[in-house]
């Protein structure tokens, strides 16, 4: 297909090359876990001290709630290393937790009103109270509830070693890092493009428990007294009930993946220009502030989005600093459920297939996405989200209608090539293995997590939140019968020491007011 012109040079290309290409690939994982009761409700204990800091630990923190415990693994060369230090890491964590489990779905458990939602705690720290002040403004503006729905985050940087090879097939001119900065912007948006295969494929949130719209009214179908659902949803998580920027018709807040530096200009008027409807939440009441500030995005990582550019942050340098510094380093996939049927959460076929999938969206062509298009993509990810399985369902493609599964298949083919580049030096073809089993997934809509979550709850005659409390103590259970061995055991005691005490080093160390801190942070440029 012409479409995919480009794609076929460059694969052609670089099969040429006998040198390994893709060796030094990085992938890391970031999965969000509620814990909660053995009754199934939210837990209101603090963050185990057990576990480290919260705020200086590289791997255990929190993400918005107290509760919300967030794994965290290095950028591993091996998919297998990245799943065995998150398996690891769960592991050290049941170690340390009272009467508690961790929650086995991306939807929470039965949440009793906002106020029941603890926020992060992160110590005395400026920098601590930073991100508690952040979490707070983050309830203000689209409620606690929404910031409890769990999810894995998928990193993914390509071998520094690969890029000059892929610049010089094309006879780029670019400075290197500028080369690298236009590939990823292309891998970005053609992840948008065609991202709604990952809810589809992986999607694990077709229904919810009734408590979490607080009694509001809803479009979802009743599925038993205590249970929402829509019958051919992938990924609520990911639907209108999700959260999202839902301020942005209002606002006018969109960022822009024209390149580097439109996106980050885009990001720079949204932290920086006033909104009036966040006015009405205060800033400092009662001796506590409400929210860092009345902008359209208090800090860069407010914007939602499925797909970021990312680089890494050196001390309190701000995101967009870091990006206009030093360039992207990786991107950082959101859009991935946490699966049920997994006691970490994902699996090996799904992370081969991701990896497969942004190679095959930085390889073949993207053109810059203009307002029209962005629409098809919101409308694409919004529909394959609620009605994903519907059988003859048709996304909008280039103003024409197409049906998932045919544009899906198509995606499958051509990726074929893209896995067998991945596979070179692999006799397990584990990338083909995966593209095959998905491809099926494709064919057979019963096979995904949520169809599968919706049939279980069928046979089974269980609401959303049995099915969801009955697969947390199987993989409670899991965790019971897995071993860590005794270095494993003292390298996570020995990274929670060490957290410990950076975080009462930043507490000592600070001599400015909040105040005066955040004036500072905010001024960088």
Known sequence: MPEYKLLTTRLNALKSHTEPLFEGNQIGLEKESLRVSHTGTLSLLSHPGALGSALTHPYITTDYSEAMTEFITPPCTRIKDSLAFLQN?????????????????????????????????????????????YRRGLGHRYGRVMQVISGVHFNFSLAQSFWPILQAVEENKQSLQDYINTRYFDLIRNSQRMGWLVPYLFGASPAVCKSFLLGGSTTLAEFDESTYYEPYATSLRMGDIGYQNNKENESGIKACYKNIDSYISSLEWAINTPYDGYKQFGFLKDGQYQQLNYNILQIENEYYSTIRPKQILQGNEKPIIALRERGVKYVELRSLDVNAYDPVGVNEDQLYFLEAFLLFCMLQDSPVIEVPKQAEIDHNEMITAHRGRQPGLELSRNRKQQTLKSWAMEIMQEMAGVCELLDADDSDQPYTAS?????????????????RMLDDMRQDHESFHRFAERMSRQHFHTYKNIKLGTEQEQFYRKEAEISHKKQQAMEASDTQTFEQYLQQYFAQK
């Open 89 to 133: 890491t769960q592991k050290f964590v049941y170690q340390n937790l009272e009467n508690e489990i961790l929650w086995a779905t991306s939807m929470p458990c039965v949440v009793a009103g906002e106020s029941s939602i603890p926020l992060a705690r992160y110590g005395k720290s400026n920098a601590g109270t930073m991100k508690t002040v």
């Open 435 to 451: 593209l095959k089993k998905q491809t099926e997934v494709v064919m057979h809509s019963e096979l995904t997590p949520s169809a």
